[in-house]
């Protein structure tokens, strides 16, 4: 009797590990996919974030300043444009993450690489869909990705954005958020 229970301790260790190699190797699996995901959700976010910029009217301006008076009683307001102020950038950066679902997962033929792209026209354009796989929940995902970005890194986004870095997408996805491992070869795409 008491082989029997040694060997069936034996198998149980084995089974379990076993299973926590299974687990472990999903886990690394999911990472990539994550990784993939969460720099693709990344990138069409800085790409959302800089249409609705251009967009505004870059006439339109907000007072900003401070609170304090100086010596003379007086309180310092200046006038900046408010298309990519931090106003601007916090009201844009609520709603964002909604316009994930008019992006889909884009296979690229040769490198069997996916990106995202914007398959949903923002204003009647053209857009090439060849090697793009529509699919609901792509958006859904991207859009859970971009939630989570945001509640991790939403000051830096907007301090990105404000330093008006010539790549921010390089800057915020690839140096900042580390979610990218170098600049998109799909950038035009979006």
């Not at 590990?17 to 990472?31: D, I, N, Q, V």
């Not at 010539?166 to 800057?171: H, K, L, M, Q, S």
Request: charged share 30%.
């Amino acid at each position: 009797m008491k082989l029997h229970g040694e060997w069936l301790l034996q198998y149980g260790i084995s089974v379990l590990l076993y299973c926590m190699l299974g687990m472990f190797r999903s886990a690394e699996a999911g990472r990539e996919i994550d990784s993939n995901i969460y720099c693709g959700a990344c990138r069409a976010l800085i790409n959302e974030v800089e249409y609705a910029i251009s967009q505004e009217d870059p006439r339109q301006m907000i007072t900003v300043g401070s609170f304090r008076i100086d010596p003379n009683g007086k309180q310092k307001h200046t006038k900046i444009p408010y298309a990519g102020s931090e106003a601007h950038l916090t009201e844009v950066v609520e709603s964002v993450c909604e316009k994930m679902t008019d992006y889909a997962e884009k296979l690229n033929p040769e490198t069997q690489e996916k990106s995202y792209v914007r398959y949903n026209s923002r204003n009647g354009e053209d857009i090439e869909l060849e090697h793009v796989s529509i699919n609901s929940s792509t958006g859904k995902i991207l859009q859970v990705a971009c939630e989570n970005i945001l509640e991790e890194h939403e000051e830096d986004l907007v301090r990105s954005f404000k330093e008006g870095s010539e790549d921010v997408e390089t800057r915020f996805c690839s140096s900042v958020t580390k979610l990218c491992e170098s600049p998109s070869s799909e950038r035009d795409e979006l």
